[in-house]
């Protein structure tokens, strides 16, 4: 199962990497350090005992544990120990006829502070003299604003707001000397990274001054915050998360995709925090990918996005995606479905009767647009449908009639409501155990490292629910035994 993580022969005996999976599984589990992991091998016989060690064994280092957890992630299989749980699972049959399965996704805290501006700029200035070669004497002669071999934060008074503007002034103006003064060389891995890093943090927060055209090279913090900002130097993937309008996070989107009347995990993704390529309703169709036959899908309003109806629907899903609710252009007036639209006929009617054809796609999202202009002058309905001097226009996005059936179908179909409230609330149960215990807070950097983290945790998770639902190991078979036997 391991071989190919260990290719050579050569070198002394090591730790076998069956022992040091279960140890890095039962650390999954229970949320332990490595040294804590290492001293339950040592102290608990239960520990032993589920990873073959003997009575007077003394473990290991806990730096091996480390070392097989880069080693996994960096093999061609990292989520290894997954598929050996899920292969497990197939073997059980518990799987056998359930064909549900509901999606969620939910924020996971980074394993690193997050930096302010200033402190961002000054750690990549000093990565990038640290990792490429004849920085430091470009940094000498090009970065004024602070010392950056001095540890502490630049000397000024932070309670003045002009001193802390012409600090980030300073700090960026010498971030982009150092940039452009660097002598032309071939980088390795890490100089090139460290290079990247400060070219992004020099931009992501400051925009050109007040008075400024964009030339003199004065700058200023931006209002707002830039999209997709990373957080942290340390950690470059960790992100800002909006899983609401009102609340925000910084870390990484766990994505999961649960079978709700057994609680199992059958896909998991760790992915960041922000960007249409790692959104849910994109993961979620990776999560389902894997699944060969027809299931009945459940899923919050994250997922109901009109491509991903499209792509189940022609997959020979059954969808129970909650629809968006549609916001009215005037509060308390008229939503698209008071409107009549044919996207056959390329009309639309408006609740007052007036009918206008519907545009042909157009536009980066091949939108159509029905403009209604003029008869919207002296509508009695006007009030309720726009604010629009140039009256109402309305745009129609591609699978308009997938969503409108969606939408339909969510209001008035009984049975569709009672599966979806019996179904979907258990993916909320699969989140919270995936979080207990302080699991919420990652303890790796970047993407590839606590992905592997997730897949390992999620696979400790199904050999217990399984365990609990009577999981044996009889005659070389996996099978659930019966309760009471």
């Not at 501006?117 to 004497?137: C, K, M, N, S, Y």
């Not at 408006?350 to 008869?375: E, I, M, W, Y």
């Not at 897949?455 to 009577?470: F, S």
Request: contains cysteine; glycine residues 8%.
């Amino acid at each position: 199962m391991f071989a190919d993580m260990y290719p050579s022969a050569n070198g002394r005996p090591s730790m076998p990497p069956q022992i040091l999976a279960a140890a890095v599984t039962l650390q999954a589990l229970n949320g332990l350090s490595d040294f804590e992991t290492v001293q339950e091998l040592r102290c608990d016989l239960r520990w032993k005992a589920a990873c073959g060690l003997g009575l007077h064994d003394m473990a290991f280092d806990p730096s091996l544990l480390a070392y097989f957890r880069r080693r996994l992630a960096r093999s061609t299989r990292p989520d290894r120990v997954f598929e050996a749980v899920r292969e497990v699972v197939k073997a059980t049959g518990v799987l056998k006829g359930k064909h549900r399965r509901a999606l969620d996704s939910t924020v996971l805290d980074d394993a690193v502070a997050t930096q302010d501006t200033v402190t961002q700029l000054i750690a990549a200035v000093r990565a990038v003299i640290r990792e490429v070669p004849g920085a430091d004497a470009v940094a000498a002669a090009q970065c004024s604003a602070h010392d950056c071999t001095d540890p502490g934060k630049p000397r000024i008074a932070w309670n003045d707001e002009q001193a802390r503007a012409g600090l980030v002034d300073a700090l960026v103006t010498d971030a982009l000397r150092l940039l452009g003064h660097l002598p032309e060389q071939q980088l390795g891995e890490k100089a090139a990274n460290a290079v990247g890093i400060l070219a992004l943090v020099a931009g992501q927060d400051v925009e050109p001054a007040e008075d400024s055209d964009g030339r003199d090279g004065r700058w200023r913090i931006t209002r707002g915050t830039a999209a997709n900002r990373m957080v942290s130097t340390i950690d470059p993937e960790a992100r800002h998360v909006h899983k609401t309008r009102s609340h925000q996070q910084d870390g990484f989107k766990a994505h999961l995709a649960i079978e709700p009347e057994t609680g199992l995990y059958t896909a998991v993704a760790l992915r960041p925090g922000a960007g249409a390529e790692h959104h849910e309703a994109t993961v979620g169709l990776d999560l389902l990918a894997d699944e060969d036959k027809p299931l009945d899908v459940f899923g919050d309003t994250a997922y109901s996005t009109g491509d991903v109806r499209q792509t189940l629907h022609e997959a020979g899903h059954r969808l129970f995606l909650k629809p968006a609710p549609l916001r009215p252009a005037v509060p308390g007036g008229f939503t698209l479905d008071d409107f009549a639209i044919d996207t056959t006929a390329a009309i639309v009617t408006c609740p007052a009767g007036h009918t206008v054809p519907l545009s042909d796609p157009g536009g980066q999202h091949h939108q159509r647009k029905a403009s209604f202009g003029n008869l919207c002058t002296g509508c009695p309905l006007r009030e309720r449908c726009t604010k629009a001097r140039a009256g109402r226009i309305l745009t129609i996005r591609p699978h308009h009639d997938l969503q409108t059936a969606a939408r339909h179908q969510a209001a008035t179909d009984s049975g569709w409501q009672a599966d979806y409230r019996r179904w979907r609330p258990p993916v909320e149960r699969a989140v919270a155990w995936l979080v207990q215990a302080g699991n919420r807070r990652l303890r790796y950097r970047g993407t590839i490292s606590n992905n592997t983290w997730l897949h390992t945790r999620a696979a400790a998770l199904n050999l217990r629910r399984l365990i609990n639902l009577g999981l044996t190991h009889n005659r070389g078979t996996w099978h659930l035994a019966p309760a009471g036997t």
